[in-house]
């Protein structure tokens, strides 16, 4: 039976599947041995691919590794490996033919002129006689050529019973004519078999011609090869049975090089002929054959056999009967002729060739595995599935032909083909064959002469092939030759005794990878499995599931096939199946199976809801989630693909959304987005996005549900989605992208008016208050309203007043639309409150009162609806600020998928920048001090940049700052930015957009002060974008179905203004906007951006899932780099890093008294202007230093050279084209999982986090993750002041901590291993929140090491003490100082309940908690003048050695005892200094060595060595050539210069 064909399973086999169905008891011993609900245990035993001894080693030196963060794949956010896929890049699968082609019609020419021998031939005596396996002499030739003929067309019906037959008999020129014109007539356009027999005639010319017969049979007519490739056309397959036929091949192989040199040239065809052109599968190759294909007989000079032991046409016996030439061939060389076998008995052997159970249907079965076998081993993989796999006859004759080359060639004769195919007579497999034929002959004489009855034995030859091909599987590898039995395992699969074992390593064979699964399908194994599905047996199920997964993971196109047969219906009773030998993982499987059914494909997602895979769903989900909630993790895998099923079930189908919304799908994915699993909040995200539908008009409405309904209940699924926006997983916040996106192209209308009326608000702040806009404008001067505009009457474009007035003026315009709602905008990271995650489906973003409570839309009593409170509350306004908020994502990939989430709107994000004197100092002056100083030290632009000043002048501030208690606060009403995706304040007219590549800068604010470039919005299809015209004529409508296309926001307005707002408002000429400047950009067909968890999840099954070599290729993945985790880590090396961290723990805390600083400073050039932050590596020579623009440099300080380069923001330069300078103020820096490779945790001042890979290894630096860890400030209220974000961390406990951004005075614990902030903890004055005694904000952070600690230092000098198991009110408090605070050290030295203090004047204070009271003043137990000209810029403290550092800015360098006690000091003009150390405003010590680091103004970083002045006279002098170094021990493969590993 050919491979190529759909196979069937005989009528015995189905009842006996039936009856092993209905009772498993009766399983054989294997089958129950091989049980599918033990399937990774049996494999992993059979099919073990390492010694067992080496897995145990391995899982012990893994159990050794400790708790690692960020580690897994989907770490890997780069952003610019959009394309790159896992170890199987490149692999493209062509195993599906473009065309599958049949041979329906097939013409017989026999020229055998019974009687009389052509003149070039002499036969011998005796010679072979048989035609048809019919002697011709036995009959009267007549009647013995109509024989003859017949035979041969049953010979072929036996293989293509379906196909039309003609025949002629000795025939003219013109009956071969009319034959070949007819065939191809019938054939239409598929293939047609052209069989021409000349043993009657002469040997065919040089010229490329036949020879057939006159009329009168008294003439040899010619024939040309050339007219009859044009009477049959292509495709077409001919057989030459005759000699000499390998000059035939030769000259058709001549004539069409011929024809395509005239194809070229133009000419037209030799004698008219177009059939040889005919058809749609007349593709013409470079040999200009098309799709032709040639078997001959014999090479150019030879002749046919004529030895008396095979027939006269043992070429067509090979190709039609092989069975019985093989085995007449085999006997008459055997020494079995001896014992009485003869060809007689030969041709008695019981069965039927289709029957697999009888002796004949048993050998032609092995005979079909061994040709496909040895073809399959030696064609090349096209050539293969051209003439193996294409047509089942073409398919049938090649496999024949392979015999034929084998019987001929031991005649002296080499049959030859078109296409060529190499030498296969050798080839082992036939002694596989000859021992088949042999068993089986053997039997046949007491089959067939025995009076009992004796049972036919099958051969063992499967048994040995499968047991070969185990055998394979434990030592091969995609690197080695691929397992010759492949095709012999797809026959297997026809059998029920070896079904389930060939099932099982398929199974394994799969799972090593992509290019095993393109094998197998290549091989054939698509029909065969897909005809599985029919069955019932259930030890079958598990197996078949887990390779229908392997199949769909490479190739979703079989979607279609399995839809064709009905095969979703396997897999939903499958995964809706109570049998409790079904795993988790293989329903997860099942699952995603079905959404690969269901992906794209509206067909199979109707198919699959008819058969009911929505309530199967929503079930298991309920009960996946119920387990889960109880602490049962092996549901995971099966939550997530329950969602994602759901998603692309529903997805673009009205129909389907609608059940779903009926079944209140919503509610209950809503608790999953507060899951702990950052994939199973994705795959939430995923499926409420996909409820959405983004096109009434090709949808259609949805069925049983009103068109109000289903746009209520999608603002449902909006108002549940927004906490995401700042989810701390960017798999998660990327999926939201993507659900925005299908939000913003459903609900376009009053998403654009939002866009509208943002523009507009943020027109009013850039051009400057209008008239009517103060304090004293009536409820008529919002901004919406129209009439002639006018700039302020003094003050300029940038004065305050007119802001304040503008800010005013929208404070009403706030009030007036939201009822008396105001709207903060500041929207803050989702909590985790609870285990269940109970959610309303209310708009969860908070609305304000004038009061600053807090309330529910719905709280007021003024809406009609849930629904209208939504719109009414400012729904599109906050996805607008998250759809923005996505798009400035520290994330790139989440930044990308920002941007094309608004470029579905049309809108994209307009950079623009501070224009060159607007903030000078008059202006400055004029803004209260307290406010001054917020702008210079975080950000006050309200558009969506990041204004944050340097760690440098976020400390060293003097005693006289305007931070200072005593200093004027501003009027809580006068302050209300309008942007929305920013930690910033807007400055009236301060802002413009830029047209040149370098955009100005902000003369009175650090150079470093931009992390983000500003962004306004602009709509990217304004037809008139350059001439912009007023902003007073670009009213949209409201709620209408269509929208008024707005023009450019910047316009160049009427009155004495005019030519500043048109200078200043001018757009930015660059490429990360998402769209051309230069013109219109149609954004009609602008598609969806994709779901990146679905995409991320498919890839996981491509991997191997069956141990042990899911974890062995795991490891080689990461270490080669095909996937995004990190490294697996050495258990040796990590071993003795753990060893060395507890020696040097013990030998820092055992410093005695007397520590000094060693005279021998290092210095390293950083070639960076300053340097902002540093890190020491744990175990080897590097320290990592952060300039004040953010640039990323690690260097080896034992060999003072840099080792890497990189900006921390992950842009490729520290310059993007059209924005200027890419800058970022770097303010804490961590290293996670030190004793393993180690990641970089960097946080800048606008509360974005950043973990980086690799980062000590030259431009081989990924970004593993990054989010924000404080919220950005939107539409902000008065009664925030956004601020530098600060940071702390506990790694043991793996919660990081951070304060600032638009909510100053909340601290946001996040879970790292989850990735979300699981609690928010806000610090108020005191513990009855006296207002009068509000730090203003959380100026430092820490927390204890041990213990669940966190202190947080305010602005006013305000410290507070919380335990972080209690509620959330401070267990203490104590107020040390009364202005900021220049740092704070919590446990100096491992000391705990100690706390250290220290003001930019010089001041420390020395805390014990113990002592604390109720006025929070006799804590203090000790105050120290450190520097007594004030100054201080930087302080530090040792985690395990009694050492505290203090530095100044002038250049003085001390270090102290926990009890205040100087223990040695450094001036810049000490002599032993090899080069003069600048400023310092940065110091960090070494965790586990006794070094201190320090940096400053300059690019120099001065590395100190401190020793116990009572052993300093026995450490031995450091060695060094130039400038001195510390003595260091430090891992010996760091030893070498500019090394990283």
Same mark, same amino acid.
């Given at each position: 039976?050919?491979?190529?064909?759909?196979?069937?399973?005989?009528?015995?086999?189905?009842?006996?599947?039936?009856?092993?169905?209905?009772?498993?008891?009766?399983?054989?011993?294997?089958?129950?041995?091989?049980?599918?609900?033990?399937?990774?245990?049996?494999?992993?035993?059979?099919?073990?691919?390492?010694?067992?001894?080496?897995?145990?080693?391995?899982?012990?030196?893994?159990?050794?590794?400790?708790?690692?963060?960020?580690?897994?794949?989907?770490?890997?956010?780069?952003?610019?490996?959009?394309?790159?896929?896992?170890?199987?890049?490149?692999?493209?699968?062509?195993?599906?033919?473009?065309?599958?082609?049949?041979?329906?019609?097939?013409?017989?020419?026999?020229?055998?002129?019974?009687?009389?021998?052509?003149?070039?031939?002499?036969?011998?005596?005796?010679?072979?006689?048989?035609?048809?396996?019919?002697?011709?002499?036995?009959?009267?030739?007549?009647?013995?050529?109509?024989?003859?003929?017949?035979?041969?067309?049953?010979?072929?019906?036996?293989?293509?019973?379906?196909?039309?037959?003609?025949?002629?008999?000795?025939?003219?020129?013109?009956?071969?004519?009319?034959?070949?014109?007819?065939?191809?007539?019938?054939?239409?356009?598929?293939?047609?078999?052209?069989?021409?027999?000349?043993?009657?005639?002469?040997?065919?010319?040089?010229?490329?011609?036949?020879?057939?017969?006159?009329?009168?049979?008294?003439?040899?007519?010619?024939?040309?090869?050339?007219?009859?490739?044009?009477?049959?056309?292509?495709?077409?397959?001919?057989?030459?049975?005759?000699?000499?036929?390998?000059?035939?091949?030769?000259?058709?192989?001549?004539?069409?090089?011929?024809?395509?040199?005239?194809?070229?040239?133009?000419?037209?065809?030799?004698?008219?002929?177009?059939?040889?052109?005919?058809?749609?599968?007349?593709?013409?190759?470079?040999?200009?054959?098309?799709?032709?294909?040639?078997?001959?007989?014999?090479?150019?000079?030879?002749?046919?056999?004529?030895?008396?032991?095979?027939?006269?046409?043992?070429?067509?016996?090979?190709?039609?009967?092989?069975?019985?030439?093989?085995?007449?061939?085999?006997?008459?060389?055997?020494?079995?002729?001896?014992?009485?076998?003869?060809?007689?008995?030969?041709?008695?052997?019981?069965?039927?060739?289709?029957?697999?159970?009888?002796?004949?249907?048993?050998?032609?079965?092995?005979?079909?595995?061994?040709?496909?076998?040895?073809?399959?081993?030696?064609?090349?993989?096209?050539?293969?599935?051209?003439?193996?796999?294409?047509?089942?006859?073409?398919?049938?004759?090649?496999?024949?032909?392979?015999?034929?080359?084998?019987?001929?060639?031991?005649?002296?004769?080499?049959?030859?083909?078109?296409?060529?195919?190499?030498?296969?007579?050798?080839?082992?497999?036939?002694?596989?064959?000859?021992?088949?034929?042999?068993?089986?002959?053997?039997?046949?004489?007491?089959?067939?002469?025995?009076?009992?009855?004796?049972?036919?034995?099958?051969?063992?030859?499967?048994?040995?092939?499968?047991?070969?091909?185990?055998?394979?599987?434990?030592?091969?590898?995609?690197?080695?030759?691929?397992?010759?039995?492949?095709?012999?395992?797809?026959?297997?699969?026809?059998?029920?005794?070896?079904?389930?074992?060939?099932?099982?390593?398929?199974?394994?064979?799969?799972?090593?990878?992509?290019?095993?699964?393109?094998?197998?399908?290549?091989?054939?194994?698509?029909?065969?499995?897909?005809?599985?599905?029919?069955?019932?047996?259930?030890?079958?199920?598990?197996?078949?599931?887990?390779?229908?997964?392997?199949?769909?993971?490479?190739?979703?196109?079989?979607?279609?096939?399995?839809?064709?047969?009905?095969?979703?219906?396997?897999?939903?009773?499958?995964?809706?199946?109570?049998?409790?030998?079904?795993?988790?993982?293989?329903?997860?499987?099942?699952?995603?199976?079905?959404?690969?059914?269901?992906?794209?494909?509206?067909?199979?997602?109707?198919?699959?809801?008819?058969?009911?895979?929505?309530?199967?769903?929503?079930?298991?989900?309920?009960?996946?989630?119920?387990?889960?909630?109880?602490?049962?993790?092996?549901?995971?895998?099966?939550?997530?693909?329950?969602?994602?099923?759901?998603?692309?079930?529903?997805?673009?189908?009205?129909?389907?959304?609608?059940?779903?919304?009926?079944?209140?799908?919503?509610?209950?994915?809503?608790?999953?987005?507060?899951?702990?699993?950052?994939?199973?909040?994705?795959?939430?995200?995923?499926?409420?996005?996909?409820?959405?539908?983004?096109?009434?008009?090709?949808?259609?409405?949805?069925?049983?549900?009103?068109?109000?309904?289903?746009?209520?209940?999608?603002?449902?699924?909006?108002?549940?989605?927004?906490?995401?926006?700042?989810?701390?997983?960017?798999?998660?916040?990327?999926?939201?992208?993507?659900?925005?996106?299908?939000?913003?192209?459903?609900?376009?209308?009053?998403?654009?008016?939002?866009?509208?009326?943002?523009?507009?608000?943020?027109?009013?702040?850039?051009?400057?208050?209008?008239?009517?806009?103060?304090?004293?404008?009536?409820?008529?001067?919002?901004?919406?309203?129209?009439?002639?505009? /006018? !700039?302020? %009457?003094?003050?300029? +474009? @940038?004065? #305050?007043?007119? *802001?304040?007035?503008? $800010? =005013?003026? &929208?404070?009403?315009?706030?009030?007036?639309?939201?009822?008396?709602?105001?709207?903060?905008?500041?929207?803050?990271?989702?909590?985790?409150?609870?285990?269940?995650?109970?959610?309303?489906?209310?708009?969860?973003?908070?609305?304000?009162?004038?009061?600053?409570?807090?309330?529910?839309?719905?709280?007021?009593?003024?809406?009609?609806?849930?629904?209208?409170?939504?719109?009414?509350?400012?729904?599109?306004?906050?996805?607008?600020?998250?759809?923005?908020?996505?798009?400035?994502?520290?994330?790139?990939?989440?930044?990308?998928?920002?941007?094309?989430?608004?470029?579905?709107?049309?809108?994209?994000?307009?950079?623009?920048?501070?224009?060159?004197?607007?903030?000078? /100092? !008059?202006? %400055?002056?004029?803004? +209260? @001090?307290? #406010?001054?100083? *917020?702008?210079?030290? $975080? =950000?006050? &632009?309200?558009?969506?940049?990041?204004?944050?000043?340097?760690?440098?002048?976020?400390?060293?501030?003097?005693?006289?700052?305007?931070?200072?208690?005593?200093?004027?606060?501003?009027?809580?009403?006068?302050?209300?930015?309008?942007?929305?995706?920013?930690?910033?304040?807007?400055?009236?007219?301060?802002?413009?957009?830029?047209?040149?590549?370098?955009?100005?800068?902000?003369?009175?604010?650090?150079?470093?002060?931009?992390?983000?470039?500003?962004?306004?919005?602009?709509?990217?299809?304004?037809?008139?974008?350059?001439?912009?015209?007023?902003?007073?004529?670009?009213?949209?409508?409201?709620?209408?179905?269509?929208?008024?296309?707005?023009?450019?926001?910047?316009? /160049?307005?009427?009155?004495?203004?005019?030519?500043?707002?048109?200078?200043?408002?001018?757009?930015?000429?660059?490429?990360?906007?998402?769209?051309?400047?230069?013109?219109?950009?149609?954004?009609?067909?602008?598609?969806?951006?994709?779901?990146?968890?679905?995409?991320?999840?498919?890839?996981?099954?491509?991997?191997?899932?069956?141990?042990?070599?899911?974890?062995?290729?795991?490891?080689?993945?990461?270490?080669?780099?095909?996937?995004?985790?990190?490294?697996?880590?050495?258990?040796?090396?990590?071993?003795?890093?753990?060893?060395?961290?507890?020696?040097?723990?013990?030998?820092?805390?055992?410093?005695?008294?007397?520590?000094?600083?060693?005279?021998?400073?290092?210095?390293?050039?950083?070639?960076?202007?300053?340097?902002?932050?540093?890190?020491?590596?744990?175990?080897?020579?590097?320290?990592?230093?952060?300039?004040?623009?953010?640039?990323?440099?690690?260097?080896?300080?034992?060999?003072?050279?840099?080792?890497?380069?990189?900006?921390?923001?992950?842009?490729?330069?520290?310059?993007?084209?059209?924005?200027?300078?890419?800058?970022?103020?770097?303010?804490?820096?961590?290293?996670?999982?030190?004793?393993?490779?180690?990641?970089?945790?960097?946080?800048?001042?606008?509360?974005?986090?950043?973990?980086?890979?690799?980062?000590?290894?030259?431009?081989?630096?990924?970004?593993?993750?990054?989010?924000?860890?404080?919220?950005?400030?939107?539409?902000?209220?008065?009664?925030?002041?956004?601020?530098?974000?600060?940071?702390?961390?506990?790694?043991?406990?793996?919660?990081?901590?951070?304060?600032?951004?638009?909510?100053?005075?909340?601290?946001?614990?996040?879970?790292?291993?989850?990735?979300?902030?699981?609690?928010?903890?806000?610090?108020?004055?005191?513990?009855?929140?006296?207002?009068?005694?509000?730090?203003?904000?959380?100026?430092?952070?820490?927390?204890?090491?041990?213990?669940?600690?966190?202190?947080?230092?305010?602005?006013?000098?305000?410290?507070?003490?919380?335990?972080?198991?209690?509620?959330?009110?401070?267990?203490?408090?104590?107020?040390?100082?009364?202005?900021?605070?220049?740092?704070?050290?919590?446990?100096?030295?491992?000391?705990?309940?100690?706390?250290?203090?220290?003001?930019?004047?010089?001041?420390?204070?020395?805390?014990?908690?113990?002592?604390?009271?109720?006025?929070?003043?006799?804590?203090?137990?000790?105050?120290?003048?450190?520097?007594?000209?004030?100054?201080?810029?930087?302080?530090?403290?040792?985690?395990?050695?009694?050492?505290?550092?203090?530095?100044?800015?002038?250049?003085?360098?001390?270090?102290?005892?926990?009890?205040?006690?100087?223990?040695?000091?450094?001036?810049?003009?000490?002599?032993?200094?090899?080069?003069?150390?600048?400023?310092?405003?940065?110091?960090?010590?070494?965790?586990?060595?006794?070094?201190?680091?320090?940096?400053?103004?300059?690019?120099?970083?001065?590395?100190?060595?401190?020793?116990?002045?009572?052993?300093?006279?026995?450490?031995?002098?450091?060695?060094?050539?130039?400038?001195?170094?510390?003595?260091?021990?430090?891992?010996?493969?760091?030893?070498?210069?500019?090394?990283?590993?």
């Amino acid at each position: 039976m050919s491979t190529s064909e759909t196979p069937t399973l005989a009528n015995d086999d189905m009842d006996e599947e039936r009856r092993r169905s209905g009772s498993l008891a009766s399983t054989t011993a294997l089958s129950h041995q091989l049980s599918l609900s033990a399937l990774p245990d049996e494999l992993a035993r059979r099919l073990d691919l390492v010694d067992q001894v080496k897995v145990s080693e391995l899982v012990e030196g893994l159990q050794l590794v400790p708790a690692g963060f960020f580690t897994e794949v989907r770490h890997d956010i780069q952003g610019d490996d959009e394309d790159k896929s896992t170890q199987s890049q490149g692999i493209v699968s062509k195993w599906r033919q473009k065309e599958r082609l049949k041979t329906t019609a097939v013409a017989l020419v026999l020229c055998l002129n019974i009687g009389v021998d052509p003149p070039d031939v002499i036969k011998i005596s005796p010679c072979a006689r048989l035609e048809c396996w019919v002697d011709p002499l036995s009959m009267q030739p007549p009647k013995a050529l109509d024989t003859i003929g017949k035979n041969l067309q049953a010979q072929y019906e036996r293989w293509q019973p379906r196909a039309k037959y003609k025949m002629h008999l000795d025939p003219t020129m013109d009956d071969v004519k009319k034959l070949a014109v007819s065939s191809r007539r019938a054939a239409k356009n598929e293939r047609v078999l052209f069989h021409y027999n000349g043993h009657g005639v002469p040997r065919p010319t040089v010229n490329g011609e036949i020879w057939v017969f006159n009329k009168s049979y008294t003439q040899y007519i010619p024939m040309s090869i050339y007219d009859l490739q044009a009477w049959l056309g292509s495709p077409c397959i001919f057989v030459f049975d005759c000699s000499a036929a390998g000059l035939i091949v030769n000259s058709f192989k001549a004539f069409a090089e011929q024809k395509t040199q005239e194809s070229e040239n133009g000419g037209p065809p030799r004698n008219g002929g177009s059939g040889y052109a005919g058809g749609p599968h007349n593709g013409t190759p470079q040999d200009g054959l098309g799709d032709c294909i040639l078997l001959a007989a014999c090479g150019a000079n030879e002749l046919l056999p004529q030895s008396p032991h095979v027939p006269a046409d043992v070429f067509t016996a090979c190709l039609t009967t092989p069975i019985k030439v093989a085995l007449r061939w085999f006997c008459s060389r055997s020494l079995m002729r001896q014992e009485g076998l003869t060809k007689e008995l030969i041709d008695r052997i019981p069965g039927k060739q289709t029957d697999r159970k009888t002796p004949l249907g048993e050998l032609n079965w092995i005979f079909t595995a061994i040709t496909d076998t040895i073809a399959w081993n030696m064609l090349p993989r096209s050539l293969f599935q051209r003439l193996f796999r294409q047509d089942l006859l073409v398919a049938s004759l090649f496999r024949n032909f392979l015999l034929a080359e084998r019987i001929m060639r031991a005649s002296a004769c080499c049959p030859i083909s078109y296409p060529r195919l190499p030498p296969t007579h050798h080839h082992p497999m036939w002694q596989a064959w000859d021992m088949a034929a042999e068993m089986c002959l053997l039997q046949l004489p007491d089959m067939l002469e025995s009076e009992v009855e004796v049972e036919f034995q099958p051969s063992p030859f499967f048994n040995e092939q499968l047991t070969a091909f185990e055998l394979w599987l434990e030592h091969g590898s995609d690197e080695k030759k691929p397992p010759e039995q492949l095709p012999i395992v797809l026959q297997v699969l026809l059998s029920q005794v070896h079904r389930l074992r060939a099932l099982v390593l398929l199974g394994r064979f799969l799972d090593m990878g992509r290019w095993a699964v393109d094998l197998a399908l290549s091989v054939g194994i698509f029909p065969y499995v897909l005809k599985l599905l029919q069955t019932t047996a259930p030890d079958l199920r598990q197996t078949l599931v887990f390779i229908w997964t392997k199949i769909l993971a490479l190739d979703k196109t079989c979607q279609v096939d399995l839809v064709k047969d009905s095969g979703q219906q396997y897999f939903i009773h499958y995964l809706d199946s109570n049998d409790s030998t079904s795993s988790t993982d293989s329903r997860a499987q099942a699952a995603f199976v079905l959404a690969v059914i269901c992906d794209g494909h509206p067909r199979g997602q109707s198919l699959a809801a008819g058969a009911g895979l929505l309530g199967v769903c929503l079930t298991h989900l309920r009960h996946s989630m119920a387990s889960l909630t109880g602490g049962a993790s092996g549901a995971l895998l099966l939550i997530k693909w329950l969602c994602l099923c759901l998603g692309k079930l529903c997805q673009d189908m009205p129909e389907v959304t609608a059940m779903a919304l009926r079944e209140r799908v919503p509610e209950q994915l809503a608790g999953l987005l507060t899951a702990s699993h950052p994939e199973l909040r994705a795959a939430a995200v995923f499926t409420l996005g996909a409820l959405v539908q983004v096109s009434d008009n090709e949808s259609g409405p949805l069925s049983g549900v009103s068109e109000q309904d289903r746009l209520a209940a999608e603002r449902a699924i909006a108002c549940q989605l927004l906490p995401v926006t700042y989810d701390g997983s960017p798999l998660v916040r990327a999926e939201l992208a993507a659900a925005l996106a299908r939000l913003a192209t459903g609900h376009v209308v009053l998403f654009k008016d939002a866009v509208h009326e943002q523009q507009r608000n943020a027109a009013q702040i850039l051009r400057g208050a209008s008239p009517g806009s103060g304090p004293e404008a009536g409820p008529g001067s919002a901004p919406g309203n129209t009439g002639p505009r /006018s !700039a302020p %009457s003094g003050g300029g +474009p @940038s004065s #305050v007043p007119a *802001m304040e007035r503008a $800010s =005013s003026s &929208l404070d009403e315009a706030s009030k007036s639309e939201g009822n008396g709602h105001v709207d903060t905008g500041v929207s803050s990271p989702g909590v985790q409150t609870s285990a269940t995650g109970t959610f309303s489906p209310l708009l969860s973003v908070s609305i304000a009162a004038a009061d600053g409570s807090i309330h529910s839309p719905l709280d007021a009593g003024s809406y009609a609806s849930a629904d209208a409170a939504r719109v009414g509350g400012g729904l599109y306004k906050h996805l607008l600020q998250a759809a923005c908020t996505l798009a400035t994502d520290p994330a790139p990939k989440v930044a990308r998928l920002g941007k094309a989430a608004l470029r579905v709107a049309d809108v994209e994000l307009a950079p623009v920048s501070v224009a060159a004197g607007q903030l000078s /100092s !008059a202006n %400055s002056a004029s803004v +209260p @001090s307290r #406010v001054h100083s *917020m702008v210079s030290n $975080s =950000s006050f &632009l309200g558009l969506p940049s990041s204004l944050s000043m340097s760690r440098a002048s976020s400390q060293a501030l003097p005693p006289n700052t305007s931070t200072h208690p005593s200093q004027p606060q501003p009027s809580a009403s006068k302050w209300r930015s309008l942007a929305w995706r920013t930690s910033s304040r807007s400055l009236a007219s301060s802002v413009s957009i830029s047209s040149s590549p370098s955009s100005p800068s902000l003369p009175n604010l650090p150079p470093d002060a931009l992390t983000r470039k500003p962004f306004v919005l602009r709509m990217v299809n304004d037809e008139n974008m350059g001439r912009a015209p007023s902003i007073d004529t670009a009213q949209p409508s409201h709620r209408t179905p269509s929208i008024t296309r707005m023009h450019s926001l910047y316009s /160049s307005s009427s009155g004495p203004n005019a030519a500043a707002n048109s200078s200043q408002l001018q757009p930015h000429d660059e490429d990360s906007a998402g769209s051309s400047l230069h013109g219109p950009t149609q954004t009609a067909d602008t598609p969806l951006p994709p779901s990146p968890v679905y995409k991320d999840s498919c890839e996981h099954f491509s991997w191997p899932l069956l141990e042990p070599q899911a974890s062995l290729w795991r490891a080689e993945a990461t270490h080669q780099g095909w996937l995004g985790g990190c490294v697996p880590p050495d258990p040796a090396k990590m071993a003795s890093r753990m060893r060395e961290k507890e020696q040097s723990t013990q030998r820092c805390a055992q410093l005695g008294s007397g520590a000094r600083l060693k005279d021998n400073v290092h210095t390293i050039d950083s070639e960076a202007g300053s340097t902002v932050a540093l890190l020491l590596h744990p175990f080897r020579p590097l320290v990592t230093s952060v300039d004040g623009g953010g640039t990323v440099r690690v260097h080896n300080y034992r060999h003072s050279t840099v080792i890497n380069r990189f900006h921390v923001t992950g842009e490729a330069a520290a310059e993007r084209k059209g924005e200027g300078k890419v800058v970022a103020s770097v303010t804490f820096l961590h290293q996670l999982n030190e004793v393993q490779d180690g990641l970089l945790l960097a946080g800048t001042a606008d509360g974005a986090l950043r973990v980086w890979r690799n980062y000590a290894h030259k431009a081989e630096q990924r970004l593993a993750t990054a989010w924000q860890a404080v919220p950005v400030a939107q539409a902000h209220s008065s009664q925030y002041y956004p601020q530098q974000a600060v940071f702390a961390l506990n790694e043991a406990s793996g919660r990081l901590y951070a304060a600032g951004g638009a909510a100053p005075s909340t601290v946001h614990t996040w879970d790292m291993s989850q990735e979300c902030c699981t609690q928010q903890t806000h610090v108020s004055g005191s513990d009855d929140d006296d207002t009068s005694r509000d730090g203003g904000g959380v100026q430092h952070l820490a927390v204890a090491r041990q213990e669940p600690l966190m202190l947080a230092g305010c602005f006013n000098g305000l410290v507070q003490l919380y335990d972080l198991r209690q509620s959330q009110k401070a267990a203490a408090s104590v107020q040390p100082h009364r202005t900021p605070m220049l740092g704070m050290v919590l446990e100096p030295g491992g000391l705990s309940n100690q706390l250290v203090t220290g003001t930019s004047w010089g001041e420390l204070k020395f805390i014990d908690f113990r002592m604390v009271d109720s006025t929070g003043q006799t804590g203090v137990w000790k105050t120290v003048e450190a520097h007594s000209k004030g100054a201080m810029s930087s302080m530090a403290a040792h985690p395990y050695s009694p050492l505290l550092a203090t530095a100044t800015a002038t250049q003085v360098l001390k270090l102290w005892s926990p009890r205040g006690e100087q223990q040695g000091v450094i001036r810049a003009t000490a002599p032993f200094l090899a080069q003069r150390v600048g400023p310092v405003n940065c110091l960090e010590f070494h965790p586990y060595r006794l070094l201190l680091a320090s940096g400053g103004g300059d690019p120099i970083i001065a590395l100190y060595p401190i020793v116990s002045a009572s052993a300093e006279h026995t450490a031995a002098p450091a060695a060094s050539t130039g400038s001195p170094g510390p003595v260091l021990t430090t891992d010996t493969e760091s030893s070498r210069p500019n090394s990283a590993s």
